[in-house]
């Protein structure tokens, strides 16, 4: 029992590492979401200041820490609890949940929580469950007309359908999806069914089988409760969460069959699976803020710079660019300030050189331009121009 | 089903679920769905064209591979409806009738494989049930298409006798299962993938098997004789069909992904590693293949205009978890100490799940009928699971609920489904079986005397020749000598024959030209937008469509000068 916790301290701080790599860079860009927690909690950061992500890295790092205390307690065994703890842990939906500033790690850790504290059946299912309800109705929204009964059945049956899971992820928006991943790896596909043949026709240890049934359970509540138009990857993160342990199940028994056939095809798939691993970083690294610039705001971000560079002329725009006003009114200096102006009042305004009068591609016709006559424009991540400056 | 008690009943339960089988894949087999469409009019009548003068549509005889619209079509399907033309004559029912009769005889079929690979009757039974009611079974056994369902027959027969080979040893059978999957070569494309794989599986299992190593010499024999045949063929197609239908090419999805993923990291060395043909196509393939066993096809109501795609998921919801449970349970028993035998059976069964999506796999879209021969494993297992859960649950009140709830569950989903195809299916998909060019088919059947020439475009239906010959039984020494014909890319485009005129469009020049004929009687058909730019100056007498069309039609009368 002394081990544990080092080992606990291990995975967490392994988890920070993972998860607190080039922290400004995918996502490269704030979103709203993260925007109006910051306020929330008075932080107001410069526009190149990311560190406030520090505190979702945390969290995911202590989830990730509590399952694999969870796992042990319920097996005394440290190899399946640093399976679960890994597979969770490095499974791209949660690399990205643990990423940017959210609330939505809440719910897990909650889960994570009592079902690691309380000691008794029924009552950790209960509590959570109720912590859960507490959550959507006090935290999210008290709108119970977003929970739609009628497509609980086919939303589910997308959840678990095993070409989103391994292969395509949130189809619905690419907001939190890493370009030609899953929520999960692709090679996770062979040790879910490991996992679940693991789980049904092998394992015996019922406080183990208790817990995973309790996670899907309040999965499946959670899922209920959300909005129905809520990002796939935050509705069902639950049940990704009990995916994720099935998964690492399934590489304790893959491998443990595995070695016993030959230590040589142990390395062979471990191979094969860092591969698909590094294959998984550089879509992350290289293609996901690319492949989602419009999700986030890059575009936003740039066009602040150059603002703040500008800081004594009076800046105009239309509501055409009110994602620009949102953003600047939370990133711009203290004495700075934008106007939302209508298009008549702009066509007066930009006559003098001193004003800065900022139009998306569709206000351009107004102003008799096309967008290769604008000199400064401010682009999307992947390139294509969005604001441009008159 | 799974209820069933006494021993006794098994033998008159099966002869209802054969009965009902048959009974529900013949009934109003000419009109649901409508048709024929143009594969089925094409097979129709080459089959027609082979029964009356041993020569297919196109003079060639007895060929090894139908030119048809320049698609090339298998041979057996085409051959075995010519017989039931011969003694029937050509009309839709003779068209379907092979696939009808070969997709009800196949419930036997994977009864017996059931039978034979677990030795459990409650099983087989179910299996045979599920098969029954599949919408998958009913849907592909009712249209003739390229003869998909009796190319999956021959492919289960393939199998059913290979067991009957692992359990009883008589060499016959091991011969007569590697024939049935060699001609299922000759039946539909997806057998071309899948039959080759299973043989060569087959010869490999049987080493450890067999005791007469005569009847291997005998089976190598006769597939070297079809692997002739099959080379005479694949020089003609399958070349262009895979560039066709496949997710290879340079145009293609993968490859455009490439590039787009190489400019984003400027082409760099580390995206060229990453991002090339053999890590895309990976991706893609794994991808295309998970998803056939995913919820998105397995519980996709599949809303095309695709005459090949049956509308609703392969299996019924309830249906679901015992199907992945049968596969787990599968490969674990695969892995339990057990002789060579035993796990013969489980290996072909478990190749044959694997290896079925693979035609689907490399062609682009999700396709049921490509995916075809997973039809019937999929049953299978779903009834392997079911069973094996039921007899696993110990508590006999949490059995008796749970049994009543999946049991309802299938019900309403089979009652739902029968209610579908049988009254919904015709009223909202029957449009898309060539309900309109059936209908002008019957105007010019029915007319055919009382006037000079027929003329429709093929902006109406670009194969539009097929449907006179087919509707009027045209016969075919007649259609030789008449017609006439374009080639261009291995495609061919019948112009006219006969009183029939198919021009590319039906436009105004068009229209002028045929109105100088002298004194002659026309039956123009127009599609919406060639009625909109017929010349005015043309006197044109309008008259009724039979029955309402789906695109908006017009029917005019030309007297000429």
Redesign the interface.
């Known amino acids: 029992m002394k081990k544990l916790p080092i080992i606990i301290g291990l995975v967490f701080i392994f988890n920070l590492i993972i998860k607190g790599l080039f922290l400004s860079h995918s996502p490269n860009s704030l979103s709203f979401q993260e925007v109006e927690i910051l306020k929330f909690i008075h932080i107001n950061p410069s526009v190149d200041d990311f560190s406030f992500r520090m505190i979702s890295v945390f969290i995911g790092s202590c989830i990730d820490s509590l399952l694999f205390y969870l796992i042990y307690k319920k097996t005394g065994n440290y190899f399946i609890s640093f399976s679960i703890a890994l597979s969770v842990g490095f499974s791209p939906w949660f690399i990205i949940l643990s990423r940017y500033l959210n609330i939505y790690l809440i719910p897990i850790f909650l889960v994570v929580f009592i079902l690691s504290i309380f000691q008794k059946k029924t009552y950790p299912l209960l509590i959570a469950v109720i912590s859960l309800i507490v959550f959507r109705f006090f935290i999210i929204s008290q709108d119970v007309s977003s929970i739609k009964l009628t497509l609980f059945i086919p939303d589910l ?2 959840l ?5 899971i ?3 992820g949130d189809t619905s928006s690419p907001m939190l999806k890493i ?2 991943t899953g929520f999960f790896f ?1 090679l996770d ?1 062979v040790a879910f ?1 490991f996992g ?2 693991y789980l ?2 092998v394992n015996k240890n019922k406080e183990l089988k208790t817990v995973i049934n309790n996670v899907l359970l309040t999965g499946l509540i959670f899922f209920l409760v959300m909005p129905a138009d809520l990002l796939m990857t935050l509705r069902g993160e639950l049940i990704f969460l009990w995916i994720g342990i099935i998964n690492g199940l399934g590489y304790y028994y893959f491998f443990n069959i595995l070695k016993k056939k030959s230590f040589f095809l142990v390395f062979i798939f471990i191979f094969i699976l860092s591969i698909n691993l590094l ?1 998984t970083a ?2 992350f690294v ?2 996901f803020d ?1 492949k989602n610039s419009s999700e986030w705001s890059y575009a936003e971000r740039v066009t602040i710079q150059y603002l703040i560079s500008k800081k004594d002329s009076p800046v105009y725009m239309t509501n055409q660019s009110n994602k620009l006003y949102r953003y600047w009114q939370f990133l711009k200096e203290k004495d700075m300030k934008a106007s939302e102006i209508t298009i008549d009042q702009m066509k007066d305004l930009c006559r003098d050189p001193n004003n800065i009068c900022i139009v998306k591609e569709e206000e351009l016709v107004f102003f008799d331009l096309k967008k290769d006559d604008i000199k400064i424009k401010f682009r999307f991540f ?1 390139g294509s121009p969005v604001y441009f400056i008159l | 089903m799974f209820m069933f008690k006494s021993k006794k009943i098994y033998l008159p339960a099966l002869i209802l679920i054969l009965l009902i089988s048959f009974f529900l894949r013949f009934y109003k087999l000419s009109s649901i769905p409508n048709g024929p469409e143009w594969d089925e009019a094409s097979v129709g009548y080459n089959a027609f064209s082979i029964a009356k003068t041993g020569f297919d549509e196109w003079g060639n005889k007895f060929p090894l591979i139908f030119s048809a619209f320049g698609d090339f079509k298998n041979p057996v399907y085409i051959y075995l409806t010519a017989l039931v033309v011969k003694i029937i004559g050509l009309s839709i029912f003779s068209t379907r009738f092979i696939n009808a009769f070969s997709g009800s005889l196949l419930i036997f079929i994977w009864y017996l494989i059931a039978k034979l690979s677990t030795k459990n009757e409650k099983l087989s039974l179910l299996t045979a049930f599920f098969l029954a009611f599949s919408p998958f079974g009913i849907y592909f056994s009712r249209i003739a298409g390229d003869g998909m369902m009796l190319s999956v027959f021959l492919i289960s027969c393939g199998i059913m006798f290979e067991l009957l080979y692992i359990e009883r040893k008589k060499p016959i059978f091991f011969l007569v299962s590697v024939i049935s999957l060699l001609f299922s070569i000759f039946t539909y494309n997806l057998a071309r993938v899948i039959s080759p794989i299973l043989i060569i599986l087959i010869l490999f299992l049987n080493i450890k098997i067999s005791q007469n190593k005569k009847i291997y010499l005998v089976v190598l024999f006769t597939v070297f004789l079809f692997a002739l045949l099959f080379l005479k063929q694949f020089g003609v197609n399958l070349k262009s069909r895979l560039q066709y239908v496949g997710i290879f090419g340079e145009e293609k999805g993968t490859v455009l992904r490439i590039k787009e ?1 190489r400019e ?2 400027k082409n760099s060395l ?2 060229r590693i ?1 991002h090339n043909k053999l ?1 895309g196509y990976g ?1 893609t393939l ?2 295309n293949y ?2 056939y ?4 096809f397995l ?1 996709g109501f599949n809303d095309s205009h695709l005459v090949y795609e049956s509308h609703y998921p392969p299996l019924f919801i309830a249906m679901i978890p015992f199907f ?2 049968g ?3 599968l ?2 028993k695969l892995f339990e100490k057990t002789g060579p035998e035993n796990k013969a059976g489980k290996i072909i069964l478990l190749s044959l799940l694997f290896i079925a999506p693979i035609p689907a796999v490399i062609s682009e879209g999700i396709s049921g009928k490509r995916s075809l021969a997973m039809f019937g494993i999929m049953q299978f297992l779903s009834a392997y699971g079911l069973i094996f859960f039921f007899d696993n649950l110990k508590d006999l009140s949490q059995k008796k609920i749970i049994k009543f709830i999946v049991l309802l569950l299938i019900s309403i989903n089979l009652i739902h489904y029968l209610f579908f195809y049988f009254f919904s299916f015709p009223k909202v998909y029957g449009k898309y079986y060539a309900s309109r060019e059936n209908r002008i088919c019957k105007f010019m059947k029915d007319n055919y005397q009382n006037y000079n020439y027929f003329v429709y475009s093929r902006k109406i239906n670009g194969f539009a020749y097929i449907f006179p010959l087919f509707c009027l039984s045209y016969p075919p020494d007649q259609y030789w000598k008449t017609r006439s014909y374009t080639e261009k890319d291995g495609w061919f485009t019948v112009n006219s024959f006969d009183k029939f005129i198919f021009p590319d469009e039906a436009d105004p020049n068009f229209i002028s030209d045929i109105y100088n004929k002298k004194n002659k009687k026309i039956a123009i058909f127009l599609n919406e937008d060639e009625n909109k730019k017929a010349p005015l100056s043309i006197k044109k007498t309008k008259l009724p469509i039979p029955s309402e069309a789906h695109n908006e039609l017009y029917l005019y009368e030309l007297k000429t000068p």
């Open positions: 049956a997308r678990f359908d095993l070409r989103i391994f292969f395509q370009p030609l692709y596909l069914f679940i043949g049904f026709l294959f550089e879509l290289n293609h690319k992947d | 993923y984003h990291d580390i995206s990453t890590t991706v794994a991808e998970v998803a066993f995913s919820t998105q519980l992945y449970f596969i787990v349970l490969i674990k």
